[in-house]
């Protein structure tokens, strides 16, 4: 074997700072790059962004900022930064300031704070100035394709914007390669990051950073249960200019059940649907206030659950498919800023929810353990506590509603699914490029993990889509921007989960993903590993927040253990290999070397290696396991169950 001792004998020791120190094929490479980031209003994937300044605690009154991380993609420069000190919203009740100087020039654009900035982008009236040729500008968040996430309260958040618009290449005079950044609150009592004069100084490099892995429309199972959930702005599927694009969006979709929002017509939406699908049945509910529900499944029961009719509920007959009925609950909550009556309608709902699963006291019949998902147009746009009234069950008036309880039937929280675009590292689910808000996650699905497990869930965004792709789905790349200003969200409930032991030793492992999963993220798949530990390889070391399918890693763990993978079954790979050494992973079950197809032979004999404190010779590919294999060429082999 051409591993050598020292390499062997540093991995064992868990040393793994000093790999670098080793002169071995399997040494750890840093990487100075962009970084593929989802604008989601979730951070796991900053972890591998390097702080850019760090803010001491204290020195702010109003907010206290703390760190800010830069970096970039092929179409967006991103931002992050947090607080000391608390939530806040980034697009009202503050006095926050962007500064950024795109060509790192002091002596051009605003004088602030030692930079010369071209933006001035203040996020509480969502409007900034342009400076530009000794002239401003007064610009707009579609001017910059700005998006931020999250759109409720947090204490952190992060911002795209894109590296085309004419801010950052000042009106198309120059490619963005390096610029400074301030962060800073209007006096007084302001925090400003730096504290030094002269800003928070950042590159682009000339590297390439992926596009992400587009998402098919199509269910992973033929058998899941596909729920869209779509708020159609006023009466839309009626509309005669819009009803061609909304009859595209959802056939290329082809749910089983649709809940809609904004949708105050009854008399003709169950004929429409029925006219799209004209095979099958369909049925619909439609008497509570502007929410429907439309199904292949017939409609069991129905009833408003809160006094301002702005929450439902619809029992769908799936006991064939699913062992038990399915509860869909549809909400279109107070929109804006009215802060209060949202809280009031959530805090509503959960005391009947409470009544009705713990008392058996609601509107109809329903089983334990019955399946249920929340969803619609909840208009979010203010206070977190209305999410984690929903998620968690946290009643804020509990004098008028009662005390608080955990909303799933384990007495566990429920589920805030995150979806990204198809084809876009975007998460927002509302947009309108002609108001001043920048698009946001106003539509959500929550949903019971004690009783449903999640197959395929996406945002659909025609603009985002290449024209084959739109070909390939009947649709054109307009259809959900002419249709509503919001998006479709998709969640499938799948019926094929899977669960898989992975055991691992103290020290340095082995591992790979070996099943599809909602959540790749290492330390949610091995919440017992050293954070900052994942490994690829690709000729180098490659430090990795999430795990992909074929590739095999080195990950840490102080203590011996096992964890339990939840997801659905992986049943082909097709890897492609490197000349030399490589690090892969296998498919949901254990495979023979014998039933790998090698159709090109590159796989040498012999040269396929487990780790086990040792390297150990494998003759098969344990599902969660990872190995190295050694190449004679390029190309490409195939793992598959059958």
Not at 143 to 165: C, K, M, N, Q, V
Not at 613 to 637: E, H, K, M
Request: some cysteine; aromatic content about 12%; overall charge negative.
């Amino acid at each position: 074997m051409i591993f050598n001792t020292i390499m062997i004998n540093i991995i064992k020791s868990h040393s793994w700072w000093l790999i670098r120190l080793a002169c071995s094929p399997f040494l750890f490479s840093r990487l100075i790059a962009g970084h593929p980031i989802n604008i989601d209003g979730q951070f796991h994937d900053w972890d591998n962004v390097e702080i850019a300044y760090s803010d001491m605690e204290g020195d702010g009154m109003s907010a206290d900022f703390g760190d800010v991380k830069i970096t970039y993609d092929m179409e967006f420069l991103f931002i992050y930064f947090n607080f000391h000190n608390g939530e806040h919203l980034m697009q009202d009740w503050n006095a926050f300031h962007l500064y950024i100087d795109a060509d790192n020039n002091a002596s051009t654009g605003l004088d602030f704070h030692g930079i010369g900035a071209e933006l001035d982008w203040t996020f509480g009236q969502r409007e900034g100035v342009f400076y530009i040729n000794g002239g401003s500008e007064t610009i707009w968040q579609n001017d910059l394709t700005l998006r931020i996430g999250p759109t409720i309260t947090s204490t952190e958040f992060e911002i795209a914007i894109s590296r085309e618009s004419d801010v950052l290449t000042l009106n198309e005079s120059q490619v963005l390669a390096e610029g400074k950044i301030v962060i800073a609150e209007a006096p007084p009592n302001s925090d400003t990051v730096p504290n030094e004069d002269g800003g928070i100084y950042f590159s682009i490099g000339e590297d390439t950073v992926p596009l992400p892995e587009p998402i098919p429309l199509e269910r992973k199972h033929e058998d899941d249960i596909r729920i869209v959930t779509y708020n159609t702005w006023n009466d839309g599927f009626l509309d005669e200019e819009r009803q061609p694009h909304f009859k595209r969006i959802i056939q290329a979709l082809d749910p089983d059940v649709i809940a809609l929002q904004e949708h105050w017509d009854w008399d003709e939406i169950d004929d429409i649907i029925q006219s799209w699908f004209p095979d099958e049945p369909w049925y619909a509910s439609w008497t509570h206030r502007d929410m429907v529900v439309l199904s292949r499944f017939s409609i069991i029961d129905d009833a408003s659950l809160i006094s301002s009719g702005r929450t439902m509920g619809a029992l769908l007959d799936t006991e064939e498919e699913l062992g038990k009925n399915l509860l869909i609950v549809n909400s279109h909550l107070s929109c804006c800023a009215n802060n209060e009556d949202r809280q009031q309608q959530v805090d509503e709902f959960l005391s009947v929810w409470r009544e009705w699963i713990s008392n058996e006291n609601g509107p109809f019949n329903l089983e334990d353990e019955t399946p249920f998902v929340h969803v619609g147009d909840f208009n979010f746009v203010g206070y977190r506590q209305q999410v984690e009234t929903i998620r968690i069950g946290d009643i804020v008036d509990e004098n008028e509603y009662g005390e608080d309880f955990l909303p799933d039937w384990d007495n566990t929280a429920v589920v805030d699914l995150f979806s990204r675009h198809t084809h876009k590292r975007m998460g927002y689910t509302w947009r309108s490029d002609g108001s001043s808000f920048n698009p946001g996650k106003l539509d959500y699905i929550f949903y019971s993990d004690a009783t449903i497990d999640t197959g395929r869930h996406f945002t659909l965004n025609t603009l985002a889509m290449e024209e084959a792709t739109l070909m390939e789905y009947g649709l054109e790349w307009d259809d959900t921007q002419e249709a509503s200003d919001h998006l479709p969200r998709v969640f499938d409930i799948t019926l094929n989960d899977l669960d898989i032991g992975v055991d691992f030793n103290a020290g340095w492992n082995l591992v790979g993903l070996p099943l599809e999963v909602d959540d790749a993220y290492y330390q949610i798949l091995f919440p017992e590993s050293v954070e900052g530990t994942l490994y690829s390889f690709d000729g180098g070391y490659v430090q990795e927040n999430e795990l992909l399918h074929g590739s095999g890693y080195w990950l840490l763990f102080e203590n011996s253990g096992n964890v339990t993978i939840i997801g659905n079954g992986l049943n082909q790979l097709i890897i492609e290999l490197n000349q030399g050494w490589n690090l892969i992973s296998g498919i949901s079950i254990e495979l023979p070397l014998e039933s790998v197809e090698d159709p090109e032979n590159l796989i040498i004999p012999g040269t396929v290696y487990s780790f086990e404190n040792v390297y150990v010779q494998a003759d098969s590919f344990q599902p969660g396991n990872g190995y190295w294999l050694r190449s004679s060429g390029t190309g490409a082999i195939i793992l598959n169950q059958n």
